[in-house]
């Protein structure tokens, strides 16, 4: 099991906004590019934005100049702030290492994007 614990989702309308926390140990963390991943509903998960130790990140195209991946190294923590939210963002949010490391993963939050 892969120690993270996502939280932040929630029911919005589009055009709003979340931000999405990801709490992992520190064994998740440390040294390793981290991630934040969306399973649309009967889709495979996909990873949406990613970021390296020292905060260089990259987006999935779809996301790109709405999403921000952050992390705080001194918190084991891992965030997602998602901007101008369409519908089709509406998924499951999950965290974790990129590439993945554990065939693990946490519960997820869930994000529902009304038109």
């Known amino acids: 099991q892969v120690d993270v614990v996502e939280s932040g989702g929630g029911l919005v309308q589009a055009g709003g906004s979340l931000r999405l926390s990801c709490a992992a140990s520190?064994?998740?963390?440390?040294?390793?590019?981290m991630g934040w991943y969306w399973q649309a509903p009967g889709q495979q998960r996909v990873l949406v934005a990613g970021?390296?130790?020292?905060?260089?990140?990259d987006y999935r195209e779809s996301v790109k100049g709405r999403f921000t991946i952050s992390r705080d190294n001194a918190r084991n923590a891992v965030y997602l702030q998602m901007n101008s939210l369409k519908p089709e963002d509406t998924g499951v949010y999950y965290c974790?290492?990129?590439?993945?490391?554990?065939?693990?993963w946490g519960q997820g939050t869930q994000v529902t994007v009304s038109s």
């Open positions: 970021i390296s130790g020292g905060g260089s990140s």
């Open positions: 974790n290492t990129v590439p993945l490391i554990w065939n693990a």
């Open positions: 520190e064994r998740v963390v440390r040294n390793n590019r």
